[in-house]
């Protein structure tokens, strides 16, 4: 999209890659010496609407920043490993060429691969960028090809993906631009407002219309401070309210029988198990009273069309899989489906279907020592990988490399205090490759610059619309800086890998994302009218169901056959029963709960939230995002029956603490937690006077299904600061 010709400007179409549902269309202009110089949202785009959510609007200042690593370094001689002072790391560091760091980084994982084996060689990577190429391209063939662990990417979303997987066949749910005519909206675990927020000019639209907006949250987010009625449910209650509302639903015969005879499986044993959960059951779990449930159930049940937005902070507790199971079989009871602004939305990543084997190249695996796929690490469990695994000969051997990108595991993966300990072990040699300086980098042999979603070109779907979007290369990278793709195809050849795979351009790799035909177009399931050119053209297309949503619009799950092994919607999995597993969603209390035994020691539940204007780590050392964020940094939200009971007021400076490590935050005493429940946000540790933060409480514990992050399955103890010692 050229701007005119006598303009000094062009406008480069771009898509924001950072891990958010709404994979907004950016606009980049960029002046006549090459840089960007402004952003602005798609207005063409059905979704983005032309405006950027606030952590992006402010993207130049990351862009830009002084603070940008721009040349590859390398720690310096004897400096140890460790916490280090923002803006001093490279007191740490020394800077060398790329060719310097290639060499020396692929003579030491040759090395390491042939004393302790490939496998003692771990990526650790996750959603710095969700594109395709940058999310997981190069950097797949490059460990395929070296024999390297595989890592389990389960961090965020296995969970509630692999449960509404068991109850639907994949992911998909109604376009974000329905919610505009739906008559009541339930935002479960779903704070649109702060992290889904081009979805709520759509609610907005439906409650000017009438709609009501009713939030399920533990914590009053902003969404919940805007809702028409904010439920306050205990942590990892949801089940149990979901199975509730069942219940209340078949016993006033709201149901809708004809939907469910003719699209689902396993009616019978479901309506047999909700039996048990009667309201005030439900009510004594989740802190509501018997007639609220009451009231959600058939408010829910009458009004058409409800769309249930949920989101995936309902998954990160233990019983997170049944929770996701039990909330999206709601829909199918009620039959809402058939109503365009009805149904639900867990993620639309489903609709997209990527050429993956053609893209990440497993079979080059067999090219590899080890002549096979390597063994797989979860990477929620990194504090045990690092310091733990190969002590059983069984698990095969212990990590002696780690390879970092697209993640910052020094802050956000659980149990920080193992993780920092196997970070620090002299034997660990770690390569980090990122824009900036962080908890991670603090540990690192190698530092290496890379690229933001401005710097190099990727192909994206979404998991809040359905939409392809491709993203060009608006401006050259500074300094040094390198894509993944780059990276690892210069890397591939320093370590001798002569396949062709990894000589591939981008444009190369996302014509096999396509599954490009001789016509240009893609083979790929509701892409085939898509071609590069088209992509190059117009910048976004939507999915072939999704073309013409006025005429033909897309109601998913209101015909069958679904990918599901009986065709139908599944109350009742017969996959889950021959593992040994429940087939059918149940409520047990978290370990970590106040149910559980740990409750004498450590009486309140912990939620470790996420900061509205950060993306997990991302952004939280950008000064202006830091002042977004300055009435969250370093606070403890406090109910004042919690707080009194403990002699804290607020303002006072407390210690939250468990057996797995402690901090020193500020206690807010302000209504946004109910009782029983405290919270705080994620910040990067570095900055925080403990060298650590919220997961230093966070445990590796792993969700029911799917082997997620158990981040909300917390139990703590608080006291005055003055009285911990």
């Not at 078949?250 to 309506?271: K, N, P, V």
Request: include cysteine; charged fraction near 20%.
């Amino acid at each position: 999209m050229p701007a005119p010709a006598e303009s000094p400007f062009r406008i480069v179409h771009a898509v924001c890659s950072h891990d958010c549902p709404d994979s907004c269309a950016v606009r980049v202009t960029v002046d006549a010496n090459g840089r960007a110089v402004k952003l602005q949202g798609d207005p063409t785009h059905p979704v983005t609407q032309g405006f950027l959510c606030g952590k992006v609007a402010k993207y130049l200042d990351r862009v830009y920043s002084p603070d940008r690593i721009l040349h590859p370094l390398r720690r310096k001689p004897g400096v140890p490993k460790g916490p280090l002072p923002k803006g001093r790391e490279y007191e740490a560091f020394e800077r060398i060429s790329w060719d310097q760091a290639l060499d020396a980084i692929a003579a030491r994982l040759h090395q390491i691969a042939d004393i302790y084996g490939p496998e003692s060689i771990l990526p650790y990577s996750y959603a710095g960028t969700i594109g395709v190429l940058g999310f997981g391209s190069m950097d797949r063939r490059f460990f395929h090809r070296l024999g390297a662990s595989q890592l389990h990417r389960t961090i965020c979303s296995e969970a509630g993906g692999v449960a509404w997987s068991h109850v639907y066949g994949k992911k998909l749910g109604m376009p974000t631009e329905d919610f505009r005519f739906a008559k009541l909206i339930l935002a479960w675990g779903a704070n649109v407002h702060g992290n889904n927020i081009h979805l709520w000019p759509f609610i907005e639209q439906a409650r000017r219309n009438g709609a009501r907006l009713i939030v399920i949250d533990p914590y009053k987010t902003r969404t919940a401070a805007l809702a028409d009625w904010h439920i306050a449910i205990r942590p990892g209650t949801d089940v149990a309210l979901a199975l509730g509302l069942m219940h209340v639903i078949l016993r006033e015969g709201l149901e809708d029988r004809a939907y469910i005879d003719s699209m689902t499986h396993g009616f019978a044993q479901l309506a047999e198990r909700v039996r048990d959960y009667t309201p005030e059951r439900v009510a004594a779990w989740t802190g509501m009273t018997a007639a609220e449930v009451e009231q959600l159930a058939r408010e829910y049940a009458t009004t058409h069309p409800a769309a249930l937005r949920l989101n995936y902070g309902v998954q990160r507790v233990e019983n997170g899989g049944a929770a996701v199971r039990a909330i999206c079989m709601l829909p199918a009871l009620t039959g809402a489906w058939k109503h365009r602004g009805g149904g639900a939305v867990l993620s639309t990543s489903g609709g997209f279907a990527w050429d993956k084997k053609a893209v990440e190249r497993p079979e080059l695996a067999l090219a590899s020592p080890l002549k096979r796929l390597a063994r797989t690490v979860n990477m929620c469990s990194l504090g045990h990988a690092l310091t733990e695994l190969g002590s059983d000969p069984d698990e095969g051997p212990r990590v002696h490399a780690l390879f970092v990108y697209n993640s910052n595991p020094g802050a956000v993966a659980p149990n920080h205090n193992a993780v920092q300990r196997g970070l620090e072990r002299d034997d660990l040699f770690t390569v980090v490759h990122d824009l900036f300086f962080n908890d991670t980098t603090d540990y690192a042999d190698y530092v290496l610059p890379a690229t933001t979603f401005l710097e190099h070109t990727d192909i994206q779907g979404a998991y809040g619309h359905y939409f392809v979007q491709l993203s060009t290369q608006a401006i050259q990278p500074p300094g040094e800086a390198r894509s993944n793709v780059r990276l690892f195809s210069d890397l591939a050849a320093r370590m001798g890998f002569t396949e062709d795979a990894f000589h591939d351009t981008p444009e190369q790799i996302i014509q096999q994302a396509l599954a490009t035909d001789s016509t240009g177009h893609s083979t790929n399931p509701a892409m085939e009218h898509i071609t590069f050119a088209d992509l190059q053209r117009e910048g976004h297309i939507p999915l072939a169901f999704h073309k013409n949503p006025e005429t033909h619009p897309f109601l998913p799950n209101v015909s069958d056959p679904l990918p599901t092994p009986s065709g139908k919607i599944e109350f009742y999995s017969e996959a889950l029963a021959a593992q040994g597993l429940d087939p059918l969603p149940a409520f047990t209390p978290p370990t970590e709960s106040r149910w559980g035994k740990g409750a004498e020691r450590y009486p309140l539940e912990f939620l470790s939230r996420k900061a509205d204007n950060y993306m997990n780590s991302t952004f939280a050392n950008l000064d202006g995002h830091r002042k977004m964020e300055a009435r969250h940094a370093h606070i403890l939200e406090m109910h004042a029956d919690d707080a009194r009971s403990r002699g804290i007021s607020d303002g006072d400076r407390v210690r939250i603490f468990n057996d797995r490590g402690s901090l020193h935050l500020t206690a807010h005493v302000n209504g946004s937690v109910p009782a029983g429940v405290v919270a705080a946000q994620l910040d990067w540790a570095k900055l925080s006077g403990d060298s650590n933060n919220v997961n230093a409480l966070t445990s590796e514990r792993l969700t029911d299904l799917g082997a997620g992050a158990t981040f909300y399955s917390v139990l703590v103890q608080v006291v005055a600061a003055d009285k911990s010692k």
